[in-house]
């Protein structure tokens, strides 16, 4: 099983930038579909970006497209999410998402393995 590790989350002012990444482990990972996602309190989890193993296939959600780009590292097992020209809605935990099938899903319910979530708070 995969295991994974988010890192790079914080307090930023609206218009600024960070960059997240999640570090993995296990030998499958090149060949496992990557996601990001994102939950504030009350809400459910919300698809982010994901890009397949070889990185033929990115989805962005609207709600992000032209400011955040999501990519990978086979060979270091690293998945990154740059976020740009950030606004008061993106604040939330980050989560990074795997899944086995290779398969961009946009549903939370598409992914087997998750980690623990990392803050993200853009201030206005």
């Known amino acids: 099983q995969v295991q994974l590790v988010e890192s790079g989350g914080g307090l930023v002012q609206a218009g600024g930038s960070l960059r997240l990444s999640c570090a993995a482990s296990?030998?499958?990972?090149?060949?496992?579909?990557m996601a990001w996602f994102r939950q504030v309190p009350g809400k459910e989890r919300e698809f982010v970006a994901g890009?397949?193993?070889?990185?033929?296939?990115?989805n962005y959600a609207d709600s992000v497209k032209g400011r955040f780009t999501i990519s990978r590292d086979n060979a270091k097992n690293m998945v990154y999410l740059q976020m740009n020209s950030l606004k008061p809605e993106d604040t939330a935990v980050y989560y990074c998402?795997?899944?086995?099938?290779?398969?961009?899903?946009?549903?939370?319910?598409?992914?087997?393995?998750w980690g623990q979530g990392t803050q993200v708070t853009v201030s206005s």
């Open positions: 296990g030998r499958t990972f090149s060949t496992n579909a």
């Open positions: 998402a795997g899944n086995t099938a290779n398969f961009v899903r946009g549903t939370a319910n598409g992914y087997d393995y």
């Open positions: 890009i397949s193993g070889g990185r033929s296939r990115i």
